[in-house]
DNA sequence: GTTGATTCTGTAGTGGCTACAGGAAGTAGG
DNA sequence: CCTACTTCCTGTAGCCACTACAGAATCAAC
């Protein structure tokens, strides 16, 4: 059994971020020791690298949640992990799209500004300009 | 001069955003009128409009308060301007570097799950292992 | 015994909104 | 003029996923 700041620096997730997850049933409430420490063992541990890994990759604490309930039962088929991946990498892909459209604006308006007067901005002339956007004339 | 209705609709911007705006100092205070409505005029629309842009970009708060800054001095050199639009980019292509590096990742565990047993779900394994991160062996 | 590290609880803050509640004032039609 | 409907007002609380305290207690090491 360890202590919270052990299963800190195992799973590489910050103490309060670990009572935090205690708070909000993430993870269990651990015993104690007499004096009211949290005691921890190996499942904990590898909850929470799991949790760490799904975090790391982007879901949702409730998605982490689903696939961790999901886990408790092995026979369950696992379509419904397989359902929540899937989301996860339209939404990732969808922020990609945006951030690359993003990436196409700001590298325009920063080439077109000669670094001159504000007056004559162009960063400014295009965020002014309700045209400016990229579906725009 | 328009009531804040007419300006959010105007702007696109959610009136009570506008208010959360002007709260935070973004916007104005603008006069009232003697039942203590709001009244805005065209210098706000270019503003909101000007704020909406920014954030559609992606600029952060404050960003876009030092530009509306900057842009009341009309003479002075737009090099800030250019830094913060810059720094907005880097911001950006590094977002677009992390989520192609999940996109690999998902798009790999979801082809490995055969949509079987949680019990043997490839998902849950990659999540499970310490050692798999992108960087990992 | 004394220092310094660790842990505890509880609360509040972050960013950028959004969603109420409960009331006042404006507008349109009869 | 009365009613119904819409807009607007203030103020507060909630969202997500943490993070940062304050102030007290306990632990480990010397």
Known sequence: ??????LSKRTGVNIETIRYY????????????DSGRRLY???????LTFIRHARNLGFDIAAIKTMLTL????????????????DQLDAVESRIRRLLGLRTELTRM??????GKVAT???IEVLDDSSGHPDGP
Chains 1, 2 share one sequence.
Do not use: F
């Not at 059994?1 to 052990?6: E, F, L, Q």
């Not at 205690?22 to 020791?33: K, V």
């Not at 886990?71 to 899937?86: H, L, N």
């Open 1 to 6: 059994m360890i202590t919270i700041g052990a």
């Open 22 to 33: 205690e708070r909000i049933r993430l993870m269990p409430p651990p015993p104690r020791t």
């Open 41 to 47: 063992g190996a499942e904990d541990v590898r909850r």
């Open 71 to 86: 886990q408790e039962v092995p026979e369950a088929s696992c379509e419904q992990v397989s359902r929540i991946a899937t």
């Open 110 to 115: 920063i080439k077109e500004c000669d670094n």
């Open 121 to 123: 901005c162009r960063i």
